[in-house]
């Protein structure tokens, strides 16, 4: 049952409707319902761009807008960029793998008068928007005219602007319309500059980008096409080099006093040439009805953001910002089917050069925040995931039937099948059923689960205890090579294991890639470090490689499986599958709650095991990290003993910095603010401990560190991107921007922790 918060943080809000900062409004507690000019400019998404498209740390040098699944997107241009007046700023486009910048405005419109004068809207005010969903700027030349442009997607391909001219004079105003454009040649990527291998054509009503192919840099073929189509008869002619062209209107226009001039241009960016010819033809019925796809993003987008804030509550306007701008970080990053993609897939940014791709446990968490505003997508997401689970039929790795491995973007040569992922797919399903009752939807899942729960049984339990461990999949690049980089092995013909290799994979199947619990070498003089043993089937074949550590997030999260699988059995009728979970999960929390608590430090801590399971060793010298609140997360702790975990992450010493919640704690010995898993605040974690609090009823502990993750993380709550993780002692926002999972985080906390008390967490297992 939902608990609603009686008030919220900083001033209440004392009226109902109150004027936003660029002069439209805004609804309180007393009115619940949104529109998208509400929330104009949350992320800033100008840009001036040039042919260099990633900075530092491989990241775009700008924010980008794309939504409906699209490959490319755009970004409001720069006051000061007064070249690229008219149009908007890109297309950046992902070339199956990393992003391209394909020009600084392809596609910018022009006027001239009856005499053929060119109309300067550089001369106009400017006013550029980014609302939610859709981008806007309009030139206005007081008295004389207002020039304004919207785009927004149609498809997960294509692209549509409205160019709407007024007249204020009294006069007509007779107008000669066209548009032009330039591609760039080359991209700069680190310090080498590479041909795009791109040439301009002219076609029917518009222009059309051609690849000549892969080059060294991006994965392009000769298939892929970027098509601009006008609605209305124009002709095109194109540079000798095919770099730039200009498109014309067949005749002039003539603007009458209040009675405006629409004019609509579709912009398709497609892999392949069904794609291409598909998209032409739904593009023809696009523009015979195209304020119709207008209308129907309005809805959609309104619908998100009235689904968002649903309820009244008196969180103050900077909060619900964040929170918009988390959904549209979100979106942005959602992909459409398009190579291995069968399903829509959300992937981590598109702002980063390697992350256009999905990953498991960032596919379960944002299908758990896309869930409240669009179930369809967060289904898809995760099917997009179940796409791809091995099959006992695998010719490669039937061993490792019913997981899900690590990773996959466009090729079919992308996937990463050295480890998995967190098993937290099923809280990601029970979060989407309980927003869409498809019941259908779980009955789709529930055997895919099931498949994915047990193979960590069979290929992740060393000692089977059924207690299991972080480790790697079979696989060549777990083995020594030799100077000819061919595979080592020892007198029986047995390959020679690459133990550096493993750790390095099982630290990846953990998904805290470098933090201090991984470390090799281990922590002090009685630690032996991390070692690697093989898991071996019923015939002695070796399914997979666990490290000798039972890791304690990875058990509470099966924990919390069960109890999500439990759910799932009951509202499918399964009673004999929901008192199996039951029964398991009762062992495992006792075997958590005996073998990884440390009373004198009142924290769980991972424990270190034998091959055989006949030594335990409690890694309380490793330091404390998130992991060490998971089990309250999960539900499984004692209340006595979360009062002590809830003490240790309350310590402004420990856990309760700047911005709460660090992946390692202040006081472990190995803390570094800035270096990914050993300090810096990740989202998700700071999530799971803000809803492990208030599992236990520490609701007033739970929102004062859900407001300083807003506070203390720059440019949350002003139009800064949101980062992958933040620096707990400075704020600074690390590494790469418009993180899904980090917004996904914001996203649930807003909701489940500002705007309401309402975590995420199982309910099928009761509290002991």
Known sequence: MKKRLKRGAGLLLAVCITTSTFGGTYATAASAKYKIEDFANVLDVTARLDNEPYGYYSTSRYNVFSDMGAWHGYHLHALDALDVYGGFAGPHILAQDIGMNLSDCINRLQLTDAEGKKIDLTGARPYMAYYPGRLMQYYEARGRYKVTLELIFVSGRTSLVRTQIENYQDEPLVLNVGWNGRIFAENKMGAKTYPTNTSLGAIDNGVQVSFAGDTKAWTTTPEMKYAIRHSEAVSTEVAADKLSYVSKAAKPITIAKGKPYVTYTAESFTFTKDEAEKEGKAVQTLLANPEKAFADNRTRWEGYLNKTFDQPDNVTKPYKNAAVKAMETLVTNWRSPAGMFKHSGLTPSMSYKWFNGVWGWDTWKNAAAVAAFDPALAKDGIRCMFDHQIQSTDRVRPQDAGAIFDCFSYSEDSANYRNSKPPLAAWGVWKVYQESKDKAFLEEMYPKLVAYHNWWYTNRDTDKNGVAEYGAMVDDLHYQRDENKQIKKDENGKPLLDVEAIIEAAAWESGMDNATRFDQEGSGKDDIGVQVFENTDAQGKVVGYSINQESVDLNAMLYAEKAFLKSIALELGKTEDAKKYESEAVKLAAYINEKMWDENTGFYYDLQTNKD????????????????????????????????????????????????????????????????????????????????????????????????????????????????????????????????????????????????????????????
Do not use: C
Not at 622 to 648: Q, S
Not at 755 to 762: E, G, I, K, V
């Open 613 to 768: 399971g006949s030594q335990k060793k409690l890694l309380t010298n490793r330091g404390k990290g998130t992991e060490g609140w998971m089990p309250l997360w999960a539900k499984l702790a004692p209340k006595n003993r979360a009062e002590k975990v809830k003490n240790n992450m309350m310590d402004t010493n420990k856990f309760n910095l700047r911005v709460p919640m660090p992946t390692a704690s202040a006081d472990n010995a190995k803390f570094s603010p800035y270096q990914y898993w050993r300090g810096p605040v990740w989202l998700d974690q700071a999530l799971y401990g803000v809803e492990a609090l208030q599992n236990y009823g520490y609701e007033a502990e739970a929102r004062e560190l859900a407001y300083k993750l807003f506070d203390g993380a720059e440019g949350v709550l002003t139009d800064g991107p949101i980062h992958e993780n933040y620096n707990p002692v400075t704020g600074e926002g690390l590494h790469t921007r418009n993180f899904s999972w980090s917004a996904a985080a914001y996203y649930m906390l807003y909701q489940n922790a500002l705007a309401d008390t309402n975590p995420s967490t199982q309910t099928g297992i009761p509290m002991k």
